[in-house]
């Protein structure tokens, strides 16, 4: 990975000093906060339910059906079996704030 490419990744400690920096808070007081949000979207996903935050976005849980595969490797079919993924959609914001 290049150092251009580093600079580019919002880790969880950097953003921990963002938010930290935006809201006055102290970084265990923020890192706090944000280790509730995510257990809570966690939660929440886990048991189906989608979550929106206005303005910035919708999470919600996909069911992907089971289907016929191949192994990579060997090029053997296979049977890659039903999953449930979590899938992101931008708020018309968030879209517009990056565009």
Known sequence: MKKSEAKKTM???????????ETGL??????????G????????LHQG???TITRFGTFRIFQLKAREGH???TGEAMK???RRIVRFRGGA???EDIA
């Open 26 to 35: 102290s970084k265990a007081d923020t890192a706090h906060a944000l280790e």
């Open 49 to 51: 339910h989608k979550i």
């Open 11 to 21: 880790t969880k400690a950097r953003l921990i000093t963002e938010v930290s920096k």
């Open 93 to 95: 914001k968030l879209k």
């Open 80 to 82: 890659i079996p039903e």
């Open 71 to 73: 192994n990579p490797r």
């Open 37 to 44: 949000l995510l257990r809570s979207i966690q939660r929440e």
